[in-house]
């Protein structure tokens, strides 16, 4: 399942995008405030609770969720060994230090990647690039240019996927991607990235040649609606960050970044 075509049988499908990315941004917002493991845990329990509950599991132990469940492990890791020290040290070597603080710091850094990719990740999986600029453009009365230019971008994120593919399989059957790993990946991906600006560059004037964000009033083909479903959630975004943020406070773990 590519971005560029969701399954319009997906749990939340029909919803507006823009109450799918709303619902994110307070937990984002929470999240990014503390740094403690109890509001990242609760966060994430809360997710795989009501991702299950709606039919969206699947999604969470999806190859598509694979980079989020690497990254923040490698994240967590990258803090326990170069974070600030404090408390006792556990192994030390040369500029590495392993505290007890910095190992805290790790784990609670881990569980916030994962709590804040997570549903990210999961709800724009089921976002379609059409509907996610119909609701930019007519909830959020957004400018046309941004709007196409978002649109585009999302379009061209799933080909740009099968492009890939594909210039893998060429290479390898022409017996130029035999040998040395990082010498063909980068070799692919200065190809894609020359391939990017040449299509980047059709569409622009093809866009530009269909009258895109000319002035004037226009008109939709499909109406974007923000009505129960989507304030319903965007309280469940809302109500995720209050519990997160609630058990932080209750448990004395909760610790503003800036302090």
Known sequence: MSIAAVRPDLPLANVNPVAKVAATVPLSIVLVL????????????????????????????????????????????SMVLYGAPSGAVLWEFGIVHVTEGSVQIGIATTARVIAIALPAVVLFLTIDPTDLADGLAQ??????????????????????????????????????ADHGAVRRGLGQAFAMLVLAIRRGSTLATAME????????????????????????????????????????????SWNVIWS
């Open 139 to 176: 909830t959020l009365r957004l400018p046309a240019r941004f709007v196409l230019g978002a649109l585009a971008a999302l379009r061209l994120v799933g080909s740009s996927i099968d492009d890939w593919r594909t210039l893998s399989l060429a290479r390898r059957a022409r017996g130029i």
């Open 34 to 77: 503390t740094l403690d493991a109890v509001s990242a845990t609760v966060a994430i329990l809360c997710e795989i609770v009501l991702f299950t509950a709606i039919g969206l599991g699947p999604l969470l132990w999806s190859p598509r969720t694979l980079p989020v469940w690497i990254a923040a492990p490698l994240t967590g890791i």
């Open 209 to 252: 040649a269909r009258g895109f964000g000319a002035p004037g009033e226009r008109t939709w083909a499909r109406t974007a609606h923000f009505g129960r479903a989507e304030w319903v959630v965007v309280a469940v975004g809302c109500l995720v960050a209050a519990a997160s943020a609630t058990a932080a406070i209750a448990t004395g």
